[in-house]
């Protein structure tokens, strides 16, 4: 009786051995899943001029997985003139000025990037001057776009001269960075004047200006 005790003993303790082992394999088979790419969301983020927006970076894992990744994801822009983080380490993108900006999201040494737009809501737009003339030895004129009752914006407004509502190609309208506004030149167009009409994308709102080619 007590080798059957004993013989039971030993069975037993070899099945907790057995228990020990496997689960010592188990831990070492079952590694945690590493992330293999990331993609930021919204895909191509748009903050209105002077508000902010939250950023979200999304994993994908080398077991297929998916899901929010929330630590050690580093943010950065490229023009941070014109769309900005607060820290390295905050998702809130900020709009600074009107424009793009490429943003860049790094989480466990992997990248993505986007394109983050600013943009403003316009309610009013005006132009500046209202009248101009193209003199012989001038042959070009600068235009400022203004949005909202200052804000310049005129690198992302459109710019087409019209004679009798019909578009003028010799007359081309320009944005130049050093000057920050619209350069229109006259490319040989006749004598006479024209109307500059201003739009911006998404809005419906114009603005007009007068423009006179004087005869040569």
């Given at each position: 009786m007590s080798s059957t005790k004993?013989?039971?003993?030993?069975?037993?303790?070899?099945?907790?051995?057995?228990?020990?082992?496997?689960?010592?394999?188990?831990?070492?088979?079952?590694?945690?899943?590493?992330?293999?790419?990331?993609?930021?969301?919204?895909?191509?983020?748009?903050?209105?001029?002077?508000?902010?927006?939250?950023l979200s970076v999304y994993g994908t894992y080398s077991d297929g997985s998916t899901g929010v990744v929330t630590n050690g994801v580093s943010w950065s822009t490229d023009t941070p003139s014109v769309a900005a983080f607060t820290t390295p380490t905050s998702n809130i993108l900020e709009g600074v000025s009107l424009g793009t900006a490429t943003i860049t999201a790094n989480a466990q040494a992997v990248t993505n990037t986007a394109t983050a737009t600013v943009?403003?809501?316009?309610?009013?737009?005006?132009?500046?001057?209202?009248?101009?003339?193209?003199?012989?030895?001038?042959?070009?004129?600068?235009?400022?776009?203004?949005?909202?009752?200052?804000?310049?914006?005129?690198?992302?407004?459109?710019?087409?001269?019209?004679?009798?509502?019909?578009?003028?190609?010799?007359?081309?309208?320009?944005?130049?960075?050093t000057e920050l506004a619209q350069v229109c030149t006259d490319n040989g167009a006749p004598q006479g004047v024209y109307q500059v009409v201003a739009s911006y994308t998404g809005s419906t709102l114009t603005a007009t200006a007068q423009l006179t080619v004087p005869a040569p």
């Open positions: 004993h013989t039971l003993r030993l069975v037993g303790a070899f099945a907790v051995l057995a228990i020990f082992a496997l689960a010592a394999s188990c831990r070492g088979f079952f590694v945690n899943p590493t992330l293999t790419a990331i993609t930021i969301s919204p895909a191509a983020p748009q903050v209105e001029l002077g508000n902010t927006l939250s943009y403003i809501i316009i309610s009013s737009i005006s132009i500046s001057p209202t009248t101009a003339t193209i003199a012989e030895d001038t042959e070009s004129q600068d235009f400022t776009i203004t949005a909202n009752g200052g804000t310049n914006i005129s690198s992302g407004a459109t710019l087409v001269a019209q004679m009798g509502g019909v578009t003028q190609t010799l007359i081309t309208c320009i944005y130049d960075s």
